[in-house]
């Protein structure tokens, strides 16, 4: 099987998403070129994914619970998992700023993140 990058994977998936999706009359040249395309993905991700269950087979620790660096974080620094100091610590929490974001943009305030602005 031909190697791909990950340009070319995007290349044929968006090109036989697109001849899929407009539901247009194509030319049977250009169905069957993007009936290939879209076989090519599909054994590609098939390919990729025995590839994964492969190599996590062969991985010493499967399980991040089984892992003798994350048992000592939690018992030395932790506590237990899910514990107050675990959560505080690991997790992470949504925060909708895009109140303040609009009010920003109506001030007229350039920001980086939104170029369009």
Same mark, same amino acid.
């Not at 879209?38 to 499967?62: C, N, P, W």
């Not at 997790?91 to 895009?98: E, I, L, V």
């Given at each position: 099987? #031909?190697?791909?990058?990950?340009? /070319? ?18 030319? /049977?040249?250009? &169905?069957?070129? @993007? +009936?290939? @395309? @879209? *076989?090519?993905?599909?054994? &590609?991700?098939? !390919? ?6 492969? %190599?996590? +087979? *062969? ?6 619970? !089984?892992?003798?660096?994350? +048992?000592?974080?939690?018992? *030395?620094?932790? !506590? $237990?998992?899910?514990? %107050? ?5 690991? $997790?992470?929490? &949504?925060? !909708? /700023?895009?109140?303040?974001? +609009?009010?920003?943009? #109506?001030?007229?305030?350039?920001? @980086?993140? &939104?170029? *369009?602005?």
């Amino acid at each position: 099987m #031909e190697r791909f990058t990950r340009r /070319r994977f995007v290349q044929i998936t968006g090109l036989a998403t697109g001849l899929f999706v407009s539901g247009l009359g194509f030319a /049977r040249s250009a &169905y069957s070129e @993007a +009936k290939a @395309a @879209a *076989e090519k993905v599909q054994s &590609y991700l098939t !390919d990729r994914l025995g590839s994964i269950y492969k %190599h996590d +087979k *062969e991985m010493k620790f499967r399980k991040s619970q !089984d892992n003798p660096s994350v +048992k000592q974080l939690y018992t *030395e620094f932790l !506590d $237990h998992p899910n514990s %107050h100091m675990a959560h505080r610590l690991l $997790h992470t929490h &949504y925060t !909708d /700023r895009s109140a303040r974001v +609009k009010i920003l943009k #109506e001030r007229g305030v350039k920001l @980086a993140l &939104y170029p *369009e602005n």
